[in-house]
């Protein structure tokens, strides 16, 4: 047939593999409390209308604690006015 050699597969022992070094920032403080707020943003919403409702539940039904009377003194030779 023909006169065909089989090769042995390559090496690659003879490669240097270098891992690729990256500098990657710690996130600070603020960063993860600001992402923090940011996935649970939907559970803050849904809080603060629910504390909004109520707050505006309790003012529209609550009766007024105190009531203003107003009186103003009239001069003893005072001209007496009439509305109308």
């Known amino acids: 047939m023909n006169n065909l050699i089989t090769t042995p597969p390559p090496s690659y022992a003879d490669l240097e593999l270098v891992p690729i070094q990256r500098q990657v920032p710690q996130p600070t403080g603020l960063e993860q ?23 505006i539940i ?3 039904t ?10 103003v003194p009239r001069a003893a030779g005072a001209a007496h006015f009439r509305r109308g």
Do not use: D, H, N, W
């Open 33 to 55: 409390l600001v992402a923090a707020l940011y996935r649970q943003r939907l559970v803050i919403a849904i809080a603060m209308g629910l504390a909004l409702l109520v707050a």
């Open 58 to 60: 309790l003012t529209v």
């Open 62 to 71: 609550s009766k007024p604690k105190y009531t203003a009377v107003a009186s």
